[in-house]
């Protein structure tokens, strides 16, 4: 792997823990519901998948779900297989999609949905409850303006930026 793929995807990681960090301040202010993020992190994913590779995209994500969750709930909590679980299905879906005929925004809007579905599933397995799925469509009708502005800022960066 080249210096400059090396320096641009640390910048990426580094981004993605940045506004992971952000968000979570600003979902404490604007959001009732508990879990609920803006997905401004997946803004670094959709960008590497995007113009590097599918599997830079996934280091990106993954590297990012285990240093914040390192960082704030230490690894293996429940809030931290929670995070994992929806980061895990919104990175499959933007692996999957990358290539297909829909645009990056209807790719984040489905990774967004995708991310809701996969925190509710594995909340409800940590929690041992099924009650949660009573709070999936808010967290779906949440998700769709969020996942249009992560895949709008990512396209902004991918076609001005980079």
């Known amino acids: 792997m080249s ?3 090396i320096v641009f995807l640390s910048m990426m990681i580094a981004m993605s823990i940045a506004l992971s960090i952000i968000e979570s301040f600003i979902s404490a202010f604007f959001f009732a519901f508990p879990g ?4 401004l992190a997946n803004i670094a994913t959709l960008v590497v998948i995007f113009t590097i590779g599918r599997k830079e ?4 994500a993954l590297l990012r779900i285990f240093l914040v969750g390192l960082i704030y709930s230490g690894l293996f909590s ?3 297989l929670i995070s994992l679980g929806g980061g895990i299905f ?16 209807t790719i984040s809007v489905l990774a967004s949905l995708s991310h809701m579905v996969g925190q ?3 909340a409800i397995l940590v929690v041992q409850t099924t009650t949660l799925l009573y709070y999936l469509p808010y967290m779906m009708i949440i998700s769709v303006p969020t996942g249009l502005v992560t895949g709008y800022l990512a396209k902004r960066i991918i076609t001005d930026f980079l």
Do not use: C, E, H, Q
């Open 3 to 5: 210096t400059r793929k």
């Open 36 to 39: 609920i993020k803006l997905g």
């Open 57 to 60: 995209g996934a280091i990106v």
């Open 78 to 80: 429940p809030s931290f």
């Open 90 to 105: 919104a990175l499959i879906i933007m692996l999957a999609l990358k290539n297909s005929k829909l645009s990056i925004f």
């Open 120 to 122: 509710i599933a594995i």
